[in-house]
Structures are given as C-alpha cells and as structure tokens.
Nanobody, 125 residues
C-alpha cells in the first residue's frame, strides 16, 4: 500500500496563498507514477469533497467549480509529489485537506485508494 505524507497548510488571511505538498513513502513508492493524484477537503460540518485531481501523465486536471481559477494541481513524478497551489484563498476554503492517490478522474472518494493524514488550512477574513 502506498503511504502518503503531507506538508504545507496553515493559517492565512483572506486573499492569501498556500501550497500543499503530497509525497509518498514506503516500499511501494515506486508505483506512485501509476496513480492519479488528487486533493479533497472536509469543511466544518460537511463531508469530504473533491477539490482537484491530476492524471497519471499530468496532462489532464479536474477542479471543483468552487476553486477553478484559484487553485492549481501539479505533479512531479521524479520527486514523487503532487502539489496544490492555492491562491486567492477565501474563508470558505477553511478545511482539512487530504491528498489521495487512485483512479483518475479521482473526483469522488470511492476512486481513492490511498489517503494522506490531512492538514488544516484556515483562512481568516
């Protein structure tokens, strides 16, 4: 099983930016490039929702309507990492963000095979 690790996150003001990084560890890390990569989030009082996903070759991306034009997902298979650049953050983006690997398009939780531990993002108005 692929083990995902996360870094980034924290607290910013409305309009600020953050970058999340999802890496992989363990003996199965070499399979990283064969999975689609994605980010989900859980906002207070709500279920886990898809934010963005990227195909295995990095060519195709999907975004939730709420983040289009503000968030960018990318991957670097040499570094075995998937990134989420979040710009123009708003208070409603406050959530725990989880990275995931699995079957692209990876925009529903059922398509995720592996999950990161989650990281808090807080946006203050």
């Amino acid at each position: 099983q692929v083990q995902l690790v996360q870094s980034g996150g924290g607290s910013v003001n409305d309009g600020g930016s953050l970058r999340l990084t999802c890496g992989v560890s363990g003996s199965t890390a070499k399979w990283f490039s064969q999975y689609g990569g994605g980010w989900f989030r859980e906002r207070p009082g709500k279920g886990r929702e898809a934010v963005a996903a990227i195909s295995t070759d990095g060519v195709t991306t999907n975004y939730a309507d709420s983040v289009k034009g503000r968030f960018t997902i990318s991957r670097d298979d040499n570094k075995r990492a998937v990134y989420l650049q979040m710009n123009r953050l708003m208070p409603e983006d406050t959530a725990i963000y989880y990275c995931a690997s699995g079957r692209f398009p990876l925009m529903i939780t059922q398509q995720a095979l592996n999950w990161g531990p989650g990281t808090q993002v807080t946006v203050s108005s």
